[in-house]
């Protein structure tokens, strides 16, 4: 079974599928609460959701029913009591497996639990960092967006941030080091749009079939590192815009990858035409496959709500900020409509069990 | 002792009594036999420095504590205590 997740500002809908053709819709639950994403462990059958309550703050609830019952979540997602900055949304769940997972919280910054998200406590040394002080709030907020354990290398993570840029660890968040030389700040003055950190990177994803291997959207611009993230290549000039906010690798075809251009402002799709575009040469050239997607429409996919399963040919999902799920499961060549009329789509996950 | 009543929405998640007979002096008291009865709660309704959540109201004895009550605030002998979402979202 194939399981879609949407997260909204008004609760998590679920859907599924034996066939990714007929779409059964289960109803949506943390009704009326902002559920910014969701992830599901394979491991132990543990569906997270980061629900991000404007009345009882954020917390990171549990399912092990596929969101029929939630526990209340774990403790300790908090900074400290005398810390200037304070946990208010969580915006990232990764879980790696054996009761290792990590959260990206807002105010920026990176929670660990060992024991499957009972106890959570902050990776310390990534907001001691000397250049968190030049991170600052994006137009979402000042959060941690994305975490990625490198599939080649246990104890390598990657972490972005919203502006803030990406950050590498090589021994398991002990130690950071920013990884944005070469990846462009078009909101900074013309002689500083280079800075080591500071960058919005809007989302990045590793290649889990490629050694080093990053794709990356940036608030402008789209990257691609082979040397993990040591050094990038900006592989988005062909794009009608090269602004965006998700990026979703192919599980097997190193090459390729996925985007969906938006205009820098008001962010929906250049002449208002919903399109993903794919490339199979490593970013040299980018193909729209937009064959019923909508058009005009105007609304945009933000940086959680494009996704894909593991399926061959490829399925791909996404959902727009008015609202609508569409899926592919020809890999982009051609979409239909899971669902329209919900609330504004933060996330879209696709999980299999 | 004082009688706390809480948001339906919070008793159901955490499967509480409402309303609860506690035997507390402060508001910070109140959080941490809260948080013993029921792991967690007391992260629902307060931050890191012990002030209550912004979206939340409190009531002792009739009149609300000022925005962001923090645990020194005390709660009298015999009060009635309530606690409320305020009206917020869209």
């Known amino acids: 079974m194939l399981h879609l997740l949407v997260g909204t500002a008004k609760g998590l809908f679920r859907f599924h ?35 991000n309550s404007e009345f009882y703050g954020p917390s990171i609830r549990r399912s092990r029913d596929w969101g029929e019952t939630w526990d209340t979540g774990g403790v300790g997602l908090q900074y400290g009591a005398e810390d200037p900055e304070k946990v208010t949304r969580v915006w990232s769940i990764s879980p ?14 990176l929670f660990r639990s060992t024991d499957g998200g009972d106890t959570w406590s902050e990776v310390t040394a990534l907001r001691q960092h000397p250049t968190h002080e030049t991170w600052e709030p994006g137009y979402g907020g000042k959060c941690l967006h994305t975490i990625a354990v490198d599939p080649f290398h246990s104890e ?85 815009s090269d602004f965006g906010f998700s990026i979703v690798t192919h599980p097997e075809d190193a ?34 496959r937009r064959q ?13 709500a494009l996704t894909r399963d593991t399926a061959a040919p490829l399925g791909l999902y996404l959902g727009t900020t008015s609202g609508s799920v569409f899926h592919s499961a020809d890999a982009g060549q051609s979409w239909q409509v899971v669902a329209e009329h919900l609330p504004r789509i933060y996330s879209v996950v696709a999980a299999a069990d | 002792m004082v009688t706390v009543y809480l948001p339906d929405d919070l008793t159901a998640e955490f499967g509480a009594n409402n309303p609860l007979s506690l035997d507390v002096q402060t ?41 962001g009550p923090d645990s020194e605030s005390s709660i009298p002998s015999g009060s009635e205590v309530w606690i409320l979402r305020a009206i917020s979202g869209g």
Not at chain 1, 174 to 181: F, L, S, V, Y
Not at chain 1, 267 to 287: C, H, I, K, M
Request: proline residues 8%; aromatic residues 10%.
């Open chain 1, 17 to 51: 599928s034996r066939d990714r053709r007929r779409w059964e819709s289960l109803g949506p639950v943390q009704v009326g609460t902002p559920v910014y994403t969701s992830a599901y462990s394979p491991d132990d059958g543990t569906l997270y959701a980061a629900v």
């Open chain 1, 96 to 109: 790696v497996g054996d009761g290792l997972v990590y959260a990206g919280v807002e105010a920026s910054g």
């Open chain 1, 156 to 240: 390598r993570i990657y972490i972005a941030c919203s502006a803030g840029g990406i950050y590498r660890s090589d021994d398991a968040g002990q130690r950071w080091m920013p990884i944005n030389q070469g990846i462009r700040a078009d909101f900074l003055p013309e002689d500083q749009r280079y800075p080591v950190s500071g960058q919005c990177v809007h989302k990045f994803a590793v290649s889990p079939v490629r050694a080093g291997r990053i794709w990356l959207q940036n608030h402008g611009g789209v990257y691609r590192s082979d040397d993990g993230g040591s050094s990038w290549q900006s592989v988005g000039d062909s794009l009608p």
């Open chain 1, 255 to 288: 090459d390729r990858a996925y985007v969906i251009p938006l205009e820098g402002w008001p962010r929906w799709s250049p002449d208002n035409a919903l399109a993903v575009y794919e490339t199979q040469d490593a970013g040299a050239t980018w193909t729209p």
């Open chain 1, 292 to 304: 019923g997607l909508p058009a005009p429409t105007y609304s945009g996919v933000l940086r959680d």
């Open chain 2, 27 to 67: 508001l910070g008291d109140l959080l941490s036999e809260l948080d013993r009865r029921y792991a967690g709660m007391a992260g629902w309704l307060s931050e890191a420095d012990g002030q209550v959540r912004p979206n939340l109201g409190v009531f002792v004895a009739g009149r609300r504590l000022p925005p």
